[in-house]
T-cell receptor
């Protein structure tokens, strides 16, 4: 089983709202990733978690706050977003972060900020 | 730094045509290479991969061979179907930076297959 699940599938929020995206995997992977994908572009890396610790933050604005409560779960907390943050947010996982292992992606959350 | 260059799309073919999507890369060391496919409204799915030179990845009739001498990983399929219409991303995983690997993606190639 190589499944990564993400909820919700769609999210519409105002600029003053607080919302969270959730990602889950049960493959025993110890590395988890958040990506942002704009239309007709490849995914852009936002954050990497390795063994539940933040390993990489690609200079993402603080209105995006990641959290990894355990090895299976990854959250992305959203607050005071801008319309330009509207995009597809993808979660991925791999066996460990320190190798060239395959990253498996979830179906994404399509976020619209009004 | 590492980079991936894909042929620009969009690519439009008729059903049962032969498909090639070119992908070349620049990398230090020995990267792993991947093709991901993204169907409309969905996330990325791993299509195939190769981890060392001369490896051939294959899945669902698609093939790609890791060519170190030409730094290429071209995607091919002998007879495409309408259901193959999607965006295809070539990617490499090479350098470990800050204790983690980063996937480097090409720009993506949109493929449309007409019946």
């Amino acid at each position: 089983d190589t499944e990564v699940t993400q909820t919700p599938k769609h999210l519409v929020m105002g600029m003053t709202n607080k919302k969270s995206l959730k990602c889950e995997q049960h493959m025993g992977h110890r590395a988890m990733y958040w990506y942002k994908q704009k239309a007709k572009k490849p995914p852009e890396l936002m954050f990497v978690y390795s063994y539940e610790k933040l390993s990489i933050n690609e200079s993402v604005p603080s209105r995006f706050s990641p959290e990894c409560p355990n090895s299976s779960l990854l959250n992305l907390h959203l607050h005071a977003l801008q319309p330009e943050d509207s995009a597809l947010y993808l979660c991925a996982s791999s066996l460990i972060a320190e190798s060239t292992d395959t990253q498996y992606f979830g179906p994404g959350t399509r976020l619209t900020v009004l | 730094g590492n980079s991936v260059t894909q042929m620009e799309g969009p690519v439009t073919l008729s059903e049962e045509a032969f498909l090639t999507i070119n992908c070349t890369y620049t990398a230090t060391g020995y990267p792993s290479l991947f093709w991901y496919v993204q169907y409309p409204g969905e996330g990325l799915q791993l299509l195939l991969k190769a981890t060392k030179a001369d490896d051939k990845g294959s899945n669902k009739g698609f093939e790609a061979t890791y060519r170190k001498e030409t730094t290429s990983f071209h995607l091919e399929k002998g007879s495409v179907q309408v259901s193959d219409s999607a965006v295809y991303f070539c990617a490499l995983s090479g350098s470990i930076i800050q204790g983690a690997q980063k996937l480097v993606f090409g720009q993506g190639t949109r493929l449309t297959i007409n019946p």
